[in-house]
């Protein structure tokens, strides 16, 4: 457990190194804020090898044992009994089988390099407040479920990393790289849909229907829930049909509540925010179509899948609401009610509610320490 904490804190004071050393300049014409790369590049190495040589959080053993049973070649891949659907995550696994190394562990490094680092990259890009992003990304349990959750969030940090070409109107790029994305999980598929809808005015007509659907499945599900299931039964999460069908084991309450607190303050302080980030529309509806999804996750598990897509933009919009919202003075006790909250939030998650450990034998013996 102590390499949670090293590693939440060390990050944290790494970007906070970068923001104090970062400074002004001009990107395209427009005056932006860039922390420190240097700093920043370190902590994002950390988090970078903390995930790329864990060995048991979540799914991490599937994934390597189905790493050690695919063939080291290209091609031959697509042949492979256990692989029909998601072939584009398995054909980046044959690629790194191929030409990197056959060693299981290089995949889950690997994966963490992409995902990770187009996390972290974004987040560098769209808010002042880098120390605080990452901070939140890891309290708020994103970090861990990059390593559980490996498919979707691969699909998840690449469709985060380009989330300013719906703003653009860049559709060109932005449906073929869903296209993609839905080769690795096929659930990104949802943003097909979500394209046309978050550039929307923040908590203007369409973030009502977003709430009034989501309140809908959620007070009508017993109805709702039976057609869903049908429809999902005809894919390939049709193992998954059973979960929507029936109650229990759902998300915790208080994570709806530390999720919830973005989405509350946003529209506390929509007149506030408005017009002060250009992304500010998508952030905001993203925020509350994650909202809608855990929600729904208190009794059927299976919407926490959904909040894998969209939990990496409250944390944007967290640091907004710190920054814009408050006046100088507030703003320095706000954020440190803030971290002191989220603090006491993940030793609640990490020793109560999921008791997760993690065994780091292979970084150990890498760096030639003993713990």
């Not at 290209?74 to 659907?85: A, Q, R, V």
């Not at 990452?134 to 390593?147: A, E, Q, R, W």
């Not at 530390?258 to 302080?269: D, H, K, N």
């Amino acid at each position: 457990m102590t390499v949670w904490w090293i590693t939440l804190f060390s990050t944290y004071f790494l970007c906070l190194f970068a923001r104090v050393n970062g400074k002004y300049k001009y990107v395209k014409g427009e005056r932006v804020f860039r922390a420190n790369a240097v700093f920043a590049g370190m902590a994002c190495a950390v988090l970078i090898f903390v995930s790329g040589f864990r060995e048991n959080i979540g799914d991490t053993g599937t994934y390597r044992q189905i790493f050690n049973k695919l063939p080291a070649n290209l091609f031959s891949f697509l042949k492979h009994p256990t692989i029909k659907e998601d072939t584009g995550f398995y054909a980046i696994a044959a690629v790194i089988k191929q030409y990197i190394s056959k060693d299981s562990q290089i995949i889950l490094l690997c994966m963490a390099i992409i995902t990770i680092g187009l996390i972290f990259i974004t987040y560098y890009k769209n808010t002042d407040m880098i120390e605080m992003a990452v901070f939140l990304f890891i309290t708020s349990g994103c970090y861990l479920v990059t390593m559980n959750g490996v498919r979707q969030y691969l699909a998840s940090a690449i469709l985060f990393f380009c989330f300013p070409m719906i703003h653009k109107k860049q559709w060109k790029f932005y449906i073929p790289i869903v296209l993609l994305c839905s080769t690795i999980h096929q659930s990104a598929l949802i943003f097909l849909i979500l394209y046309f809808i978050v550039d929307q005015p923040a908590w203007g007509n369409t973030t009502k229907w977003i709430l009034f659907v989501g309140i809908f499945l959620f007070i009508s599900y017993p109805v709702t829930g039976p057609i869903l299931a049908n429809i999902l039964g005809e894919t390939q999460y049709g193992s998954y049909k059973e979960a929507l069908t029936s109650s229990g084991a759902g998300a915790n309450i208080i994570r709806v509540l530390v999720m919830a607190v973005p989405v509350v303050l946003s529209y506390m302080g929509k007149e506030f925010l408005k017009g002060k980030e250009k992304y500010y529309n998508i952030i905001v509806n993203f925020s509350v179509i994650n909202l809608i999804a855990i929600l729904l996750a208190t009794k059927f598990w299976i919407y926490a899948r959904f909040n894998m897509y969209f939990s990496l933009y409250i944390v944007v919009l967290l640091v907004w609401c710190i920054k814009y919202l408050f006046d100088e003075r507030n703003e320095k006790i706000v954020y440190l009610m803030c971290m002191a909250c989220y603090t006491v939030y993940y030793f609640y998650e990490m020793y109560i509610s999921l008791g997760y450990g993690a065994n780091y034998h292979h970084f150990i013996q890498s760096i030639g320490i003993g713990l």
